[in-house]
């Protein structure tokens, strides 16, 4: 009954979640990433918007876990280079939580059972889980490349002192 | 998410009329691991005779500024007031329309208001209305004023180093106001006081002591040179010649440097080797103009004029009667926007006229330097050499406008004439991400460091998703570019965000496409890989 009240409300809820992902950023950043329009002129609105809602319909239904990472990873990846704290980086899942409450809240009825709620509840803290490993994958990503850079100026310069170049 | 219009009278009812509770008038910068660049290292702050050498980081409280550092930068800003028109209508025109704002890769993909252009200009504005114009003296804030504090100063050292002066806001706006000529002036005024950063100082310091941003001495350069004629021999059993500092030589050839020491840049100077021993171009390479890169334009106008003249002072030093420049980014803006009138006009050389096609280059009659896409493009348009365009087969190609050659120069047909003449498969971007509205690398103008890479992927992000969709839409596998700071910088943003795309040098495809006479027949392409076989991964994905 849950996740038929979930499926129903998917545009809601996902409008929800991704105003509550965008808010994140603080006012002017939000007002920008939510402008609909072309997906070139901003990547991280785009990418967010078709994504979320692919992550909210894998999760309610398949809740296949190798998906929920392609879905997950544009996103997870983007936040791990805006400057913020790994809590807060990963924190947008939970707020998934936070996107669902009012529709369950609002339509609340016997039928909908309180395993059911807490079955879903458990899917978004697998999801979460998900998420930080991926998230510190990007991290590693990211030092892995610097250290590569690195690596490749050290040579340049070796090559200078054995008069190579 | 529905797709139904407002209304008016429901779009009127959303405005809200109240004024942000946030004062974005005081700031305080923290400054993150990952997100700024070193400082100048003193030895080469004193080199360039700049001042205030001294050991420190941006990230410290205290930045050991002079005493008076308030006062040398007020009166640095009247100076240039005093001598730079543009900045004194910068200053005033801007009407905060908004055309730019949204245009700046470091605000696309962090959406930091203040990585808005209009925002990053009312960052020196604001202090300009305060000690300059009788609304802002008088009614302070009201007017738009600000004091200059401490911590405005390290407001301006954080976002005037995350603008890597592409110019793509500049392009959108109706006033035609140029953001980087603002960048270009706070840092100008920063260095006055001796705050800057040292991928942008020791570059400039060994670029006037060896000529180039590594300090390669004339011997390294020579070696380099010599390696990259033998290995283009094993490649394709052509012994070419590469003068160097060859008196009375027709033509002196500047490349940056990056093209004999860095990868993937030096399969592009194999491209120009071989193409101008297959031509027969009379030429010569420099050993003290042995950079490209004018790093001195992300400094001050006398180290960007110093480094500019130091090209033609070779020039007639060594008797050539005009200049082909090789892939590179910045010097194309210094050259076709400043050369002119800092150096300018070049009367001691000749208009370049071709001499294999004989066409007379008249838009260079000035600067006498034209760039090597044009040379090139100008041999093939005429004939003049033979290609075979299945070498390149094993590329899916799509081509980066490197920022300065697209809207500073408006070199935006050459590239693409000569890969679709050396290659047959070649995809665009998306229209709003190519030719004068291309994406920025998101590490131009001295930010392409490993200290600096959270920041450099996050100005990178929307180049980096224009590349993906093609990755993904034709299974393009290279990253074309004409820029050696892009060729440096786009394969680690590649890496992360589109892995599986190489980048590459217009003239490599050359190189690779080139049908050079007595040559053997060519199983490798200059990288070494075997000709014509479709990467792996590609196959997967057709």
């Given amino acids: ?165 | 998410m529905s797709d139904k219009k407002p209304t008016p009278e429901e779009l009127f009812s959303t405005i809200d009329y109240k004024a942000s509770e946030k004062d974005w008038s005081k700031p305080h910068i923290k400054f993150k691991v990952g997100t700024y660049n070193h400082s100048g290292v003193p030895k080469n702050v004193e080199y360039l005779e700049l001042p205030n050498a001294r050991k420190w980081q941006p990230s410290d409280d205290d930045w050991q500024l002079p005493d008076n550092w308030k006062e040398i930068i007020i009166d640095g800003i009247k100076e240039r007031l005093d001598k730079f028109r543009s900045l004194k209508i910068f200053m005033d025109i801007c009407v905060r329309c908004g055309a730019c704002s949204d245009k700046c890769h470091f605000f696309i993909g962090s959406g930091d208001p203040k990585n808005m252009p209009v925002v990053r200009a009312e960052l020196l504005r604001s202090i300009y209305r305060n000690d300059f114009t009788t609304a802002g003296k008088i009614l302070g804030r009201i007017a738009g004023a600000r004091e200059l504090t401490l911590d405005v100063l390290k407001e301006w050292f954080y976002y005037f180093y995350q603008c890597t002066q592409c110019r793509r806001c500049s392009l959108f706006c109706p006033y035609g106001i140029d953001t980087a000529e603002i960048t270009i002036l706070v840092r100008e005024l920063l260095n006055l006081v001796g705050v800057n950063i040292d991928w942008v100082i020791t570059p400039v310091a060994n670029s006037f002591r060896t000529g180039n941003h590594l300090g390669i001495q004339p011997h390294g350069f020579a070696d380099s040179i010599e390696f990259a004629v033998d290995e283009l021999e094993e490649l394709t059993g052509v012994k070419v010649e590469a003068p160097i500092n060859r008196k009375g030589a027709e033509v002196l050839f500047v490349s940056p440097s990056a093209d004999y020491f860095g990868t993937p840049h030096y399969y592009t100077l194999l491209g120009y080797l071989a193409l101008f021993h297959e031509v027969g171009l009379d030429y010569t390479w420099s050993t003290f103009a042995s950079e490209g890169g004018n790093f001195g334009s992300f400094v001050s106008h006398d180290l960007m004029k110093s480094l500019n003249m130091k090209i033609y002072a070779e020039a007639k030093r060594l008797g050539v009667k005009w200049i082909i420049g090789g892939e590179c980014g910045h010097m194309w803006r210094v050259l076709h926007q400043y050369m002119d009138t800092i150096n300018g006009p070049a009367d001691f050389l000749e208009v370049p006229v071709s001499p294999i096609t004989g066409t007379k280059f008249d838009f260079a009659k000035s600067t006498k330097m034209i760039h090597i896409c044009e040379f090139t493009a100008d041999l093939i348009k005429n004939n003049k050499i033979k290609l075979d365009k299945s070498r390149n087969d094993h590329w899916k190609i799509t081509f980066h406008d490197s920022c300065n050659p697209a809207r500073a120069m408006g070199l935006i047909d050459e590239p693409r004439f000569i890969i679709n003449s050396t290659c047959n498969n070649f995809y665009e971007m998306p229209e709003n991400t190519i030719k004068e509205q291309t994406f920025c690398c998101g590490s131009g103008a001295g930010l392409g460091t490993e200290e600096n890479l959270e920041m450099r992927l996050r100005g990178g992000l929307p180049r980096a998703n224009a590349v993906n969709f093609v990755h993904e839409k034709h299974g393009v596998n290279l990253l074309a570019c004409i820029c050696a700071i892009d060729k440096a910088t786009l394969p680690p943003l590649m890496e992360y965000w589109v892995p599986g795309v190489e980048v590459a040098g217009v003239h490599e495809f050359v190189g690779n496409a080139l049908i050079m006479k007595g040559e053997n027949e060519r199983k490798v392409d200059l990288r070494g890989e075997p000709i014509g076989e479709p990467e792996p991964e590609l196959e997967e994905k057709q």
């Avoid at chain 1, 790994?86 to 669902?100: D, H, Q, R, T």
């Avoid at chain 1, 030092?143 to 690596?151: G, M, S, T, V």
């Fill in chain 1, 1 to 165: 009954m849950l996740n038929k009240l979930l499926r129903r409300n998917t545009s809601k809820i996902v409008e929800r979640w991704l105003g509550l992902i965008f808010d994140t950023y603080g006012e002017d950043a939000s007002d920008f990433f939510q402008k609909k329009g072309n997906r070139f002129a901003n990547p991280v609105g785009s990418i967010f918007s078709t994504n979320a809602e692919l992550i909210f319909s894998e999760l309610i239904n398949r809740n296949d876990k190798e998906h929920l990472s392609i879905f997950l990873q544009d996103v997870v990846k983007i936040r791990a280079i805006q400057e913020l704290p790994p809590s807060e980086a990963v924190n947008f899942v939970y707020l998934l939580k936070k996107a669902i409450k009012p529709e369950v809240i609002d339509k609340r009825s016997d039928s909908i059972s309180l395993n059911d709620y807490l079955d879903l509840q458990e899917s978004i803290d697998q999801l979460a889980l998900l998420t930080f490993d991926i998230y510190q994958e990007a991290r590693e990503d990211i030092n892995r490349i610097r250290i590569n850079e690195l690596k490749k100026y050290a040579a340049v310069i070796n090559k200078q002192h054995d008069g190579s170049v």
